[in-house]
């Protein structure tokens, strides 16, 4: 057979040819007769032998085989022969027929007026299946002979190891199915006859009558038998493998020669290192080699070995070597001679975590002339750790700083060798420590102002001063230095320092970004201060905020933190302004966190010069607990928005907080996706102290010992108080807590039924707390884009979610002032909160009547909007469009549940306190009716619960925290925590030092882990 040829690859084919698979036998026919047994499948071919000869030619390779003769290019690196002569396979057999169905059975007699029908008779059996084939037998494989000159086995590179396998079996066929048992005959058919009965009747005479009888027909016959299932065959035998010899001379070998790297070490090619492959390192291998295959390798031909360049192989050609020529099989040759590489430094310097990645070196071993590499060799590698000896923790220190204040800087750098570090050390290496500060933005420009603006709120290094733990200042150009002369093995140093905005035209909320960078000297050159290379690189910024300060006007307070940017800051300006509100500030970052009900501060004290930048003495507004003033003082009845995206915000808030602060009157909008904790929103253990609008009520149940614990019961009780409260007051909202205390009570106490009575027990207590309602915290759960967190402040939901939070009475100040922009988003909210308590008094059922006079009170919200005068036209206007939409809205879901009298009644009194308003505004009477009527037809096209989901947003809900959502939350008191469990950590003017004294104390805080500012 000719072999196949195709370009530089030649192919010989010597394998059998394939069996064909056996016929299916036929299906029985009808009648009960016997599927057709299978037909055997056809067994596979023998392979043919191969005879091939491998010799060269001046620069060809001379191939000859089976009466053939064809030459390739030997320095081809594409040139490849491939052998095989693999046996057949073998067809499958084939499988039996299905049995034929069996004959109907016999049909039974009819009946007649002397005898009952006969039964049908039984179904004949089914066919039984026929018998499966046999597989047919796998060809064999075939003999290869591959012959070359011994000066020349370097050319069985080019070769493959033929494929000699023998053919696989074929499948025996499946026997078939028995056919179906032939179905029962049918049963004679029944008999109606007249008959002649002769009787005597009550005169004495004898009388006929014709009467009906009945004789019954037969049952159908059952079916036959199903026939036998045939007989599975067996499979066929698999071919048997054929063989491969390779003749050398008069030398006959099973297979060819391979090469294997059986051990390899990695070694420091200049002693005395630190044991660390690092970067720049030069490293030798020593390894083994082994002969894993069946000859010895050629005995005229090199073998040269080598190493692959990859990211951290640089390898040094000058390391190749020879390994010696006929290597017997099996045998393992340890060369003298050693590869040689060098680690490649890293293309960037390592920022953030040091430099610790696994390093992989791949050997590889080429044979002479024919240059083709050995695959076992090529799969094989060594890995080793690539890192520095020394590295750096990460930065500590402050995120944000008034103008006035000093951020405190320090980090730690690690010798993790066992040797010491510096100039002094065993190494002789340089080792230095940095602080500077990014110059990337630096800008030819005299306007600072500018500049932070187009550097998206960064600050150019000549804008900062550092200072050294001595109190030295140095430009932010030239940062902080530190040369290390020795650090000890495993050793540990710092650099410790402070940073100051030195530009009193800076931006605020603009940062600085600072780098800590670790130098190290150069393996090949280690005292060269030319020469050091920076081998990891920390970042960290620092934000310019502002203090708190106090302003009676604000209409929220705006807590923001080390991530909120220039942009973001600009955003929330922008807004307040285009909304008509103002804003106070409160930077969790720079007071290490918040507490609202943490007593506020002033330098005004302990020698402390004032400073007008700063927080200013504030007014005696109001006192709580004799804490002094807090921020729950300064914003009763407003809102204070949390820019959720920092850990100092609403993390650092003490449990309880929130609920205490929204009891105050304070209403939280937390904007951002982050998770809030539990406790917040559940008020203290220490109810009796610092709340107020309880009932508390014992329980006394009869103690019965039963499978049922008696907590159980309390748990029930709770439920039961917490629904009777929510019927009661639908649009209050109270939180029901149990304390289970299971407490005998004496026997004279409690009226005893007989000597044997039943014994009271007090299973503990329920206290309904008077608790803020749901919207009193609402959350905004739209994720901010990471390239720029200010893209949500403008968002309509944020709009939504700010106007939301605020009280109704501002809301229509608002309207009143008639300033807002937003007029749509204002208008939206103010329907909400009227939407809202429509809701909390249409889904209840209320324990017994409400008046219409205690109805109209109740609806305060509706009462503050139709009580307020609105002068200007434009707020007069809006006024009107909220009241008409309402009051559609109102007789559009009475619609759906008319029937419902307190439902009508909630419509009526409504709709006459929207009239009363219309009355006393004077307003045009057709204009009005002409919007309402064409509100309420828009409203009848669409369903109830969509005309509900109109008037909220869906990226603003109210917090889903384990109940805090539920009308009336049933908790147990032992789940609550006392709001100073836990210390606060609040501390205003932490970054403020008077004295050099002050500054080394906080510094050694911070080095120590000891410092309040958790902002590290």
Known sequence: MSPLHSGNTLRYVTNGAVGKNGACGANGQFGGYRGQDGAQGEHGQNARELNVALSTNNAGVLIKGNGTSLQLSLFDRKTSIFLEARGGDAGHGGNGGDGGKGLTGKKGRNANRFLWGENGGQGGTGGNGGNGARGGDGGNGGKVTLTVAPSQTDLLMLTNIPDVRGGTQGRGGKGGDGGLGGDGGKGGESCWYPDTEIYTDSSGQTQSRITLRFNPGGFDGPCG????????????????????????????????????????????????????????????????????????????????????????????????????????????????????????????????????????????????????????????????????PADIDTIEGSKSISRDEEALLSVKVNNISPKALGLQGSQQRLLNLHFTADTADTADTADTADTADTNNGQTRSADVTFYSRDGVPFSGNQGLTKSINELPPHGQDRLSGSITFSNPAQHLYTKVTLFAELELGRLDCPTDPQLVEVVQRRVFQVQLAEGYQYNPDADFLLVTNANTSLPEWNQWEALAERLG???????????????????????????????????????????????????VDHFKDKTIVFLNNDDTCVKSLPPCDLFRSANSGVRSYIVGPEEVREELFYPEKDLAANLSGRARKTLVENYIRTMRSSEDRLIKAAKKQAKKLRNKWPEKRFTVVYNYEDLPLPRNSLPIIGTYGLKKHQIGTLTSVLS????????????????????????????????????LQKKIQLVQNNITEDREALKKTIL???????????????????????????????????????????????????????????????????????????????????????????????????????????????????????????????????????????????????PYDTVSRVAENSHYFRDQGERLRALEALENGNSNDNNR
């Open 225 to 388: 038998l199903r026939g036998r299932v045939g007989r599975n065959a067996p499979d066929g035998r698999c071919g048997n493998s054929g063989s491969f010899h390779i003749a050398v001379g008069n030398n006959r070998y099973t297979g060819p020669y391979d090469l294997s790297v059986t051990d390899s070490t990695l070694l420091a090619k200049k002693p005395g290192g630190n044991g660390f492959f690092e970067p720049g390192k030069e490293v030798s291998v020593d390894l083994s080699v082994t002969n894993t295959g069946d000859m010895p390798t050629p005995n005229k031909q090199p073998i040269r070995m080598s190493m692959v360049n990859n990211k951290w192989v640089s390898f040094n050609p000058r390391s190749v070597f020879n390994l010696p020529c006929a290597i017997p099989p099996g045998q393992e040759v340890h060369p003298q001679n050693r590869l040689e590489f060098t680690i490649n430094r890293p293309q960037t310097i390592p920022t953030g975590e040091p430099l610790h990645e696994t390093g992989v070196a791949n050997f590889s071993a080429t044979v002479g002339r024919v240059e083709r590499q050995f695959s076992k060799v090529a799969t094989e590698q060594i890995r080793f750790p690539v890192r520095y």
């Open 581 to 631: 509100l103002t804003f106070a500030t409160w930077n969790s970052s720079l007071n290490n966190g918040i507490s609202l009900f943490h007593e506020l501060q002033s330098r005004e004290t302990e020698g402390h010069p004032a400073v007008e930048t700063d927080t200013a003495p504030l007014p005696a507004t109001g006192v709580h607990a004799d804490t002094g003033v807090t921020l």
């Open 772 to 807: 803020p309602t749901k919207h009193m915290i609402t959350n905004l759960s739209k994720q901010p884009d990471e390239s720029d967190r200010s893209d949500y402040v403008l968002h309509p939901s944020n709009v939504y979610g700010l106007l939301k939070s605020l009280p």
């Open 832 to 978: 909400s909160d009227l939407v809202d308590e429509h809701k909390a008094f249409r889904r209840l059922k209320w324990a017994g009547g409400i008046g219409k006079s205690a109805l109209k009170k109740r609806l305060t919200c509706l009462q503050q909007v139709v009580d307020a005068s609105y002068p200007e036209p434009g707020s007069k206007e809006l006024i009107q469009e909220i009241l008409i939409e309402f009051r559609a809205f109102s007789a559009r879901v009475l619609r759906e549940k008319w029937y419902r009298p307190r439902y009508r009644q909630l419509v009526k009194v409504i709709h006459k306190m929207i009239d009363s308003f219309k009355q006393k505004e004077d307003i045009d009477p057709a204009h009005w009716l002409e919007n309402y009527q064409a509100k309420k037809q828009r409203f009848a096209k669409i369903h109830r619960w969509e005309l509900w989901r109109q008037y909220q947003d869906s990226d603003v809900f109210p917090i889903h925290q384990n109940g805090h959502n539920d009308p009336n939350p049933v908790i147990n008191f032992n789940e609550l925590q006392h």
